[in-house]
C-alpha cells in the first residue's frame, strides 16, 4: 500500500492488507508492523506467536462522509521463559500505540471528535462520527478531568478563581492562568472540598511556581488556598473591591430612598467620577449635600479608585493607610463598616500593587462561557457542560499533549 494512503489515513502503526466499501463504512484491514511485544510477566520481547485472535474492528476516522474502521489482526505471544519457571502459559496480546485497550476506537478517531466538540454540537459530532451520545461524553471525560485541570507547559506565576453560574443557583469556579491567559479548569460546584482537591492535584512543578492567586473578596476559599499554596500571595482583585464599594452605595442609596421617597439615579454613583458629564456633577453634588453619608462612601470610593492606579506599592501603601485613618474618623456608619472590610482584606488588597496582577482574564472567560451555555441548547449536564465549555477554550495541542503524557 503507498506512503500516501498510510499518511492520510495515519496507519503509521500498521502495515496494510486490505481495504474494502461496505456502503459508506470503509474497512482497512491491517497488521501490526511490530515483530513482537514485552511480556507482560517478565517484560523480555518475544516474537513466539501462539495464536491470531478475532481480529478488533475499531472506529478510526471519518473522512468525506464515510466512516473508516480498522480490522486489526492482533496477535497472541506466547513467553518461554516464564513458562520454564511455573509451567504455565504466559500469554501477551499485541499492544498499540494508536489504539487504546479496551475500547473500539482509535486516538485518531478520539482526536477527531475532540477537535470539532470545541467548536460544534454534540449532536453534529454524532451525526459525523455515527457515534453515540454516551461515546462521546465518555470520550469527554476520559481526555478532561475537572479536578485535574489542563496545565500549560509555560510557567505560571498567578492563578485567577473566580465563580460563574450555572443554570440559576449554582456557582462553578472558574480556574485561569493568568500569566500566559488560558483556562486551566471549571469545576463542578463552588464547595470548599471541591476548591481544596483541585489545589491539591495541582502538579509538583507547577505548584511551587504559584506565587500569586487572585479572587474576589469572599473568605470562602481563604484558608484552603493559604494552606495548598502556602507560598502563594493572595490578591483581591480590584474590580471587585469597587464593586463592593458600589454595593455599599446602592444599598444605602436605597434604602434612602424607601426611606424620604426620592430618587436617587444609580448611575450618578456608579459612572466614575472622570465620566461624570457636567450636569450629572451638579445633580449628584445637589443630592451628595442633602446626605452627607452617602457623600463619604461616594468618596472613598472615588479615593480608593485613585489609590489603584498608583503604580508603586510604597506610594499605594502610604495612600491607602492615609485613607483608612480619615475613614476610621468618620462619624458615618457604613463608611466604617466598610473600613472593616478593608482592614481585614488589606494585605491582599495591597498585593494587587506588586505586579497589578487582576482577575480581568478570568471575567472575560466568565463572560464567555455565557455565550457558550447560550448557543449550546442549555446544558443538563454539569459535567458535559464543562467538559465541552474547557475544550472551547483549550488549544488542541495542548489537551492532546496532556492527554498523551
Ligand atoms: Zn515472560
Request: with cysteine; hydrophobic share 35%; proline share 4%.
Amino acid at each position: 500500500m503507498n506512503n500516501c494512503f498510510i499518511k492520510l489515513f495515519q496507519l503509521q502503526e500498521f502495515h496494510v492488507e486490505d481495504s474494502k466499501l461496505e456502503g459508506k463504512i470503509m474497512i482497512i484491514t491491517v497488521r501490526p508492523k511490530t515483530n513482537g511485544v514485552r511480556c507482560k510477566d517478565c517484560g523480555k520481547y518475544i516474537t513466539t506467536v501462539n495464536r491470531y485472535p478475532k481480529p478488533r474492528k475499531v472506529k478510526h476516522m471519518f473522512w468525506q462522509g464515510n466512516l473508516i474502521m480498522l480490522s486489526i489482526k492482533t496477535r497472541a505471544f506466547f513467553c518461554w521463559q516464564c513458562q520454564k519457571k511455573d509451567r504455565r502459559r504466559h500469554i501477551t496480546i499485541d499492544r498499540l500505540k494508536s489504539v487504546p485497550p479496551h475500547r473500539n476506537y482509535s486516538l485518531v478517531y478520539a482526536d477527531q471528535i475532540m477537535k470539532g466538540l470545541g467548536s460544534t454540537s454534540f449532536k453534529t459530532q454524532q451525526e459525523l462520527a455515527e457515534s453515540s451520545f454516551a461515546t462521546i461524553s465518555k470520550l469527554l471525560s476520559e481526555r478532561i478531568d475537572p479536578f485535574i485541570g489542563v496545565w500549560p507547559e509555560e510557567t505560571i506565576v498567578a492563578i485567577g478563581l473566580d465563580c460563574h453560574s450555572f443554570s440559576g443557583m449554582k456557582m462553578l469556579p472558574t480556574i485561569t492562568d493568568l500569566t500566559n491567559h488560558r483556562l486551566i479548569s471549571i469545576l463542578p460546584d463552588d464547595r470548599r472540598t471541591t476548591v481544596e482537591r483541585f489545589l491539591k492535584n495541582i502538579p509538583a512543578d507547577k505548584k511551587g511556581k504559584i506565587t500569586e492567586v487572585c479572587i474576589d473578596m469572599s473568605r470562602d476559599y481563604f484558608q484552603t488556598i493559604t494552606r495548598e499554596l502556602p507560598q502563594a500571595k493572595i490578591v483581591v482583585d480590584a474590580f471587585h473591591v469597587i464593586a463592593d464599594a458600589n454595593r455599599r452605595i446602592t444599598e444605602l442609596r436605597t434604602a434612602i430612598q424607601k426611606r424620604d421617597k426620592v430618587s436617587l439615579p444609580k448611575r450618578l454613583f456608579d459612572k466614575p467620577k472622570e465620566h461624570l458629564k457636567p450636569n450629572e456633577r451638579v445633580s449628584l453634588n445637589e443630592i451628595n449635600r442633602a446626605y452627607p453619608e452617602l457623600l463619604g462612601l461616594w468618596r472613598f470610593k472615588e479615593e480608593l479608585r485613585r489609590i489603584y492606579k498608583i503604580p508603586n506599592n510604597t506610594l499605594a501603601e502610604i495612600s491607602f493607610s492615609s485613607m483608612a485613618k480619615r475613614m476610621k474618623l468618620s462619624k458615618h456608619e457604613s463608611v466604617k463598616h466598610w473600613l472593616r472590610t478593608l482592614m481585614r482584606w488589606r494585605k491582599e488588597i495591597l498585593a494587587y500593587f506588586d505586579n497589578f496582577t487582576t482577575n480581568g482574564y478570568t471575567e472575560g472567560v466568565n463572560t464567555k462561557l455565557k455565550t457558550i451555555k447560550r448557543l449550546s441548547y442549555g446544558f443538563r449536564n454539569i459535567d458535559n457542560y464543562i467538559r465541552k465549555a474547557m475544550l472551547a477554550f483549550l488549544p488542541i495541542s495542548l489537551l492532546l499533549s496532556h492527554y498523551l503524557t
